[in-house]
C-alpha cells in the first residue's frame, strides 16, 4: 500500500512539470502570434491621401472619394485596404474598407456605413472634401473566379460593387446573379446601379420591412432554391459574420464544395 502511495506521487510530480511545460509553450506561441501581427502592421506602408469628394448614399452612409497614392498603388477587384483618420491620437485606429472603384479609375472610392459606435466611422462621417485619411497595403481574400451568385448584406455589398463595375466595363457579366439583404429600404446602397447592371437578376429582400416590391426575409437555402440557383456555380458571400456563417454552412450542406465559396475567413 506505502508502494503504491509513493508511486502515485511520483507520478503526479512528474505530471506537473509537463503540464507547466505546455501552460508555458501555449503561452509563448501566443506571444509569438502577438509579435508576428505587430510586427505585419508596423511595415504595412502608409500614405496620406485628400478626399476629393463626400456624398450621401443612405442615411448613414458614405461615398468617399479620395487621390490615389501613387501610380503603383494597384488592387483587385474585392480587395481592401485599412483606413484611419489623420487625427494625431486616431492614427493607430484602422479600420477595413474595400475599394469600390476600378483598379483603372483616377481616383479611390470606398463606400463606408457611419456607426456612431464606433469611433473611426464616426469621425469618417464627419469629415469634409480636403480633409486626409491614412490608406495602407492592400490585401483580401474575395476575388472573382467565374460567372455566380452575389449574396450580400447591407455594407457587404461593397467588395462585389467592385466587382460588377470591372464586368460590366468588360461586357462580362451575364451568368451573375445578386441577393442582396437589408433592414429596410432606406438601407438599400446604390439600388438603380445594381438594376442596371443585372436587371431582374439583382434580387433586393428586406428583414425589417414589408414592400411590394422588394422580397421579405433573410438570404438563406430555401430563398436560393425559389430563384432555382445552380448550386454548381461560385457563391460569393459577404455580410455579417453571422449572416456569412450561416450561409457559407448552408450552402456546404447544399453540396457547394468549399473552392465554389468565395468569402473573407
Known amino acids: 500500500m506505502l508502494f503504491l502511495q509513493q508511486n502515485k506521487t511520483i507520478k503526479q510530480k512528474a505530471h506537473r512539470p509537463m503540464c507547466l511545460r505546455r501552460f508555458q509553450r501555449g503561452c509563448f506561441l501566443i506571444f509569438l502570434n502577438l509579435i508576428q501581427t505587430i510586427s505585419k502592421l508596423k511595415k504595412m506602408k502608409e500614405y496620406t491621401v485628400e478626399i476629393l469628394k463626400i456624398e450621401e448614399l443612405t442615411h448613414d452612409v458614405?461615398?468617399?472619394?479620395?487621390?490615389?497614392?501613387?501610380?503603383?498603388?494597384?488592387?483587385?477587384?474585392?480587395?481592401?485596404?485599412?483606413?484611419?483618420?489623420?487625427?494625431?491620437?486616431?492614427?493607430?485606429?484602422?479600420?477595413?474598407?474595400?475599394?469600390?472603384?476600378?483598379?483603372?479609375?483616377?481616383n479611390l472610392e470606398f463606400i463606408i456605413k457611419v456607426?456612431?459606435?464606433?469611433?473611426?466611422?464616426?469621425?469618417?462621417?464627419?469629415?469634409?472634401?480636403?480633409?486626409?485619411?491614412?490608406?495602407?497595403?492592400?490585401?483580401?481574400?474575395?476575388?472573382?473566379?467565374?460567372?455566380?451568385y452575389f449574396l450580400a448584406g447591407g455594407a457587404g455589398i461593397t467588395p462585389?460593387?467592385?466587382?460588377?463595375?470591372?464586368?460590366?466595363?468588360?461586357?462580362?457579366?451575364?451568368?451573375?446573379?445578386?441577393?442582396?439583404?437589408?433592414?429596410?429600404?432606406?438601407?438599400?446602397?446604390?439600388?438603380?446601379?445594381?438594376?442596371?447592371?443585372?436587371?431582374?437578376?439583382?434580387?433586393?429582400?428586406?428583414?425589417?420591412?414589408?414592400?411590394?416590391?422588394?422580397?421579405?426575409?433573410?438570404?438563406?437555402?430555401?430563398?436560393l432554391k425559389k430563384h432555382n440557383v445552380d448550386f454548381s456555380k461560385y457563391f460569393y458571400v459577404c455580410g455579417t459574420p453571422k449572416m456569412t456563417n450561416e450561409l457559407v454552412k448552408g450552402l456546404k450542406e447544399a453540396g457547394v464544395p468549399d473552392e465554389k465559396i468565395v468569402y473573407e475567413h
Open 115 to 148: 456607426y456612431h459606435t464606433d469611433g473611426v466611422t464616426d469621425i469618417i462621417g464627419k469629415l469634409q472634401e480636403g480633409n486626409k485619411l491614412l490608406v495602407h497595403d492592400v490585401w483580401g481574400a474575395i476575388s472573382y473566379k467565374g460567372p455566380g
Open 62 to 106: 458614405r461615398r468617399i472619394v479620395t487621390e490615389k497614392p501613387d501610380s503603383n498603388y494597384t488592387f483587385e477587384p474585392g480587395q481592401a485596404t485599412e483606413v484611419a483618420v489623420t487625427l494625431p491620437d486616431m492614427k493607430t485606429e484602422r479600420r477595413p474598407f474595400t475599394f469600390t472603384s476600378k483598379n483603372s479609375d483616377e
Open 160 to 223: 462585389f460593387l467592385a466587382m460588377l463595375r470591372q464586368l460590366a466595363e468588360e461586357n462580362n457579366i451575364d451568368g451573375n446573379m445578386l441577393f442582396f439583404s437589408n433592414k429596410t429600404k432606406r438601407d438599400i446602397i446604390l439600388e438603380d446601379e445594381l438594376k442596371h447592371y443585372l436587371g431582374d437578376n439583382a434580387i433586393f429582400t428586406l428583414t425589417r420591412e414589408n414592400h411590394s416590391d422588394y422580397e421579405n426575409g433573410h438570404i438563406d437555402i430555401d430563398m
